[in-house]
Each structure stands twice: as C-alpha cells, then as structure tokens.
C-alpha cells in the first residue's frame, strides 16, 4: 500500500499587528493497493489574515437603510394626511389609496434618476420631475394641517418627505460619479447603436410575423398580390414608366431604305503636311471592325390583372388531370414567366384545388 499527499500550501509568517483566522482546505490523498490507485479530499487547516474593515461601505449601507427607513415612515405619515384630506369626498379606501400616488411618483422618479446617473442630460428630466412631484405632496400636506386647524403640524409632516427626498438626493449623488467627454460619448455611442438594433429587430420580426400570417391565411392569394406588388415596383425602382394592365410588346423598328454605294472616285496622292491640316472624315456608312450581337430588346411584360397561378393550373387539371408536377410547371412558367418559386409553390398549388375539388364532390 501506498500512500501519496499533495503538498499544502505554504504558512506564510505572520506579520504583526494582522488579525489572522482559521481556515480549513482541503488536499488530495492518493491511496495506492495492488496498483489501483484511489484519491480523497483530507481537510487541514491554515490561518490567513483578515482584511481590514471597509468603514466607507458600512457607512453607505447604514446611511442607505436610514434612507429606506425615513422614506417608509414618510409615505405613511403623507399617505395618513392626504387621505384624511380626500375622505371627505370620496371612500376611505379609495382616498387613502390615492394618497400614496403622490409619494410613490417622486419615488418612481427618484429610481430614474438613479438609472440615467451616467447621463446628466437624460436624468435632469427624471430630477425636475422628482421636486414637482415632491412639492405637490408637501402642499397637500400643509393643506391638510390647515385644514384641521394646525398649520404647523402640516408643515412638519410636509418636512418629512422633504428629509426622505434629500436622504435619496444624496445617497444617489454618491454614485453618479462624473464621466470624462470621451467616455460619456463612447457609452452614448454604443446605446444609440445597441438600441437602434434592438429597434430594427423588432420591426423586422414584427413584418415577418405579418407575412407568414398573410402566407398562412391568405395562401395562393397571399402569394399572387406579393408577386403583383414586386411587378408594379420593379418599374419604379428602375426609373421607368409604370406598368400598365395590357402586355406592352417592344416596338419593330422600320425598315431603313437601301442607299447604292458607288466606288470613290481616284483620289491624288496627298502629302503629309495637307494631310496633318485636314482630318479624315469617317465615312457614315463604313461598318466597323468589330461587330458584336445585336442588343437584345426589353422582354416582354405581363398583365398584372390577367389570369392568376392558379388559373393556368385549373385549366391544366381540367384538360388532363394526370398531368405531371413537372408538366404543370412548365405551363405556368410559359404563362407567367420564370419562377424559382413555382417549382414548390405549383406543386401546392395543385394539391390544395385538387383537394377542394374532392371535398365539394363529396
């Protein structure tokens, strides 16, 4: 039997003055019988310093609870004197459950201002409307002492969401730290990109879902005003005249007479001096040297209100309905034009108005 360790970790010294505590950890044990090894965690203990105490932490969580602790008692102490105030017109539930709107709305603002604390521009809207909402509480307040004959006592309990909001003002100073102009840019920059993206994404999911909608309830119509819609837009886009609802063919062009071409008469031998004065005039009817394939014509347009896919293949089905998929397909490429799409969309067609037809013989 063999027994191997792995070795612990090194005991630093101790350092004076460092308060140290007990740690336990572990090392692994390998037991070895008969050439088969087996390894186990054996725990040990070290001693490791403590880090000093982080006072400025301990006096932002206690500064932070106090803050949660005044905001409470002073929606409660608003909430009490606003829906004392409102009770006289409307149900006590109802009056006392809109008295914590005003509390809960510089709050809610309170919130956003901490949220845009990088941006100083975006929570300046977020502040003013913090103190408006904060100031319209205050007032009902002070209403409500002056109306139960104690004005003094109203403008204390206005007080208190005073002290609760500048608790909040302060906490949230503390970690709006102010970004340089470049670093402020680059943050500004990236959410512009990242939030037109999200946009973009959105609007492009929100089209696609309206499509496969269409596609789904509408199916061969859906698919002919599509290819209607890419008709009258291909035009458009390629700066030509609209399309019209007749097959607009390309016009013949007319016959050009025949014009005799006689032999040039002699000409004399010319210098070259008179014959860097005059250039040589090209002759209209020379063809040139090389000659490539006449260009062709546009191609011919279809009508945008004539028969349908689905037309041509009724008409192919009652001619001979055992007409095969790739017939079928090739008469309603000669009909309507080359299609990518026809080589799945006709096949679909075909059995959707073949099962119509079975239903309604049934």
Same mark, same amino acid.
């Given at each position: 039997?063999t027994?191997?360790n ?5 005991q ?14 572990? #090392?692994?044990?390998t ?29 932002? #969580?206690?500064?932070t ?5 005044v ?29 914590v ?20 521009? #975006? ?26 004959n ?5 403008a204390?309990g ?27 840019h ?9 939030t ?38 291909a ?13 607009v063919?390309a ?14 008469a ?47 293949? #009724?008409?192919?089905l ?27 969309s006709?096949?679909?067609?075909r059995?959707?108005i ?8 049934s």
């Open positions: 039997m027994t191997t792995t070795p612990d970790y090194e630093q010294p101790r350092i004076a003055g460092v308060r140290y505590r007990p740690v336990v950890r572990y #090392r692994l044990e037991t070895t019988i008969n050439g088969l090894p087996e390894t186990r965690e054996v725990p040990y203990t070290v001693m490791e310093p403590v880090p000093p105490r982080d006072w400025d932490a301990l006096i932002i #969580r206690g500064v609870s106090v803050a949660i602790g905001t409470a008692l002073a929606v409660v102490s608003t909430a009490t004197s606003i829906g004392g105030l409102l009770d006289k017109t409307v149900p006590a539930p109802i009056a006392y459950g809109v008295a709107i005003f509390s809960a709305t510089w709050l809610a603002c309170q919130a956003l201002e901490y949220v845009e604390r990088l941006e100083p521009t #975006r929570a300046r809207n977020a502040q003013l409307a913090g103190w408006a909402a904060l100031l319209i509480s205050m007032s009902a307040v002070v209403m409500f002492g002056v109306d139960k104690e004005p003094v006592a109203g204390a206005a007080a208190v969401d005073l002290m609760a909001k500048g608790l909040w003002t302060l906490v949230l100073g503390h970690y709006a730290v102010p970004l340089s102009e470049g670093v402020a680059w943050l500004r920059r990236r959410r512009e990109k990242i037109a993206a999200a946009a973009v994404a959105g609007q492009v999911r929100r089209l696609d879902q309206h499509e496969a909608y269409l596609t789904a309830v509408y199916g061969p119509t859906a698919a002919t005003a599509q290819a209607v819609t890419t008709m009258v837009e035009p458009a886009l390629q700066g030509g005249p609209a399309v019209s609802g007749q097959t063919s016009p013949t062009p007319a016959p050009v007479p025949a014009v005799p071409v006689s032999a040039p002699p000409v004399p031998p010319v210098s070259p001096a008179a014959a860097s004065q005059e250039p040589a005039v090209p002759d209209p009817l020379a063809k040139p040297d090389h000659v490539g394939p006449d260009p062709v014509g546009p191609p011919a347009l279809h009508a945008v209100g004539g028969p349908f896919k689905s037309d041509t293949i #009724r008409a192919a009652a001619e001979n309905p055992a007409i095969t998929d790739d017939a079928l397909i090739a008469r309603v490429n000669a009909a309507h034009g080359e299609d990518p799409k026809n080589s799945d006709v096949p679909r067609l059995r959707r073949e099962s119509k037809a079975k239903k309604k013989a």
